[in-house]
């Protein structure tokens, strides 16, 4: 029982266009929400996050949506750069309530931008 | 600065060995997990710790150990290896006030055959 999904798997976009990853959760407890960057052969690396208290988060060319009604929460990269061809994880959390900051994360979309 | 360390890097195991993944970290943090990811799938939570002497179960716990006798070290120990244990593991580590921010370490990627 997938708690966080992201159902697609990838994304080709042009560069200097925009790029929208989506993410969706079913857990009503989840409070805390983030995005991870992930290159091959490294550890995922904190991109962005957002607090269940904001519908938005903004931090340079990235920003994330959340709709805690519809329980859905996006990623746009504008403008998208050759760089940023990687693969993005969406995580979710319950909070200071859970022991141990536990994250559950979704199963990545794969971006490639094309120069 | 290091951040989070994990040796080895590539491993082959035959089926019924074991083995430890070594994890250390040097940001002084609290928190510490393993996570696993097997492909086209996301990270899975296999067991964290929030302090020296203190570790849990995460989400697949089975066919795994783990210790945490300092604070730095989190070692995870697979004791009668399994095909269904091929997977890239990865160990994070974070401060609790940090809102959930991990810091992972660069994977050990294993195969059990």
């Known amino acids: 029982d997938q708690q966080v999904k992201q159902n697609s798997p990838s994304l080709s976009v042009q560069e200097g266009r925009i790029s929208i990853l989506n993410c969706d959760y079913t857990?009503?407890?989840?409070?805390?929400f983030l995005w991870y960057k992930k290159y091959p052969a490294e550890g995922p690396t904190f991109l962005i996050s957002i607090s269940s208290i904001k519908d938005k988060n903004e931090d340079g060319r990235f920003t994330v949506f959340l709709n805690k009604s519809a329980k859905h929460l996006s990623l746009h990269i504008v403008p998208s750069q050759p760089g940023d061809s990687a693969v993005y994880f969406c995580a979710a959390s319950e909070g200071p309530k859970a022991a141990g900051n536990k994250l559950t994360f979704g199963g990545g979309t794969r971006v490639l931008v094309k120069p | 600065n290091a951040g989070v360390t994990q040796t080895p890097k590539f491993r082959i195991l035959k089926i019924g060995q074991s083995m430890t993944l070594q994890c250390t970290q040097d940001m002084n943090h609290n928190y510490m997990y393993w996570y696993r990811q097997d492909p086209g799938m996301g990270l899975k939570l296999i067991y964290y710790?929030?302090?020296?002497?203190?570790?849990d179960k995460g989400e697949v716990p089975n066919g795994y150990n783990v210790s945490r006798s300092t604070t730095e070290d989190f070692p995870l120990r697979l004791e009668l290896a399994a095909p269904s244990q091929t997977s890239v593991y990865f160990c994070?580590?974070?401060?609790?006030?940090?809102?959930?921010?991990?810091?992972f370490g660069s994977g050990t990627q294993l195969s059990v055959l």
């Open positions: 857990n009503s407890m989840f409070d805390y």
């Open positions: 994070a580590s974070s401060y609790p006030e940090t809102n959930e921010k991990l810091f």
């Open positions: 710790s929030v302090g020296a002497g203190i570790t």
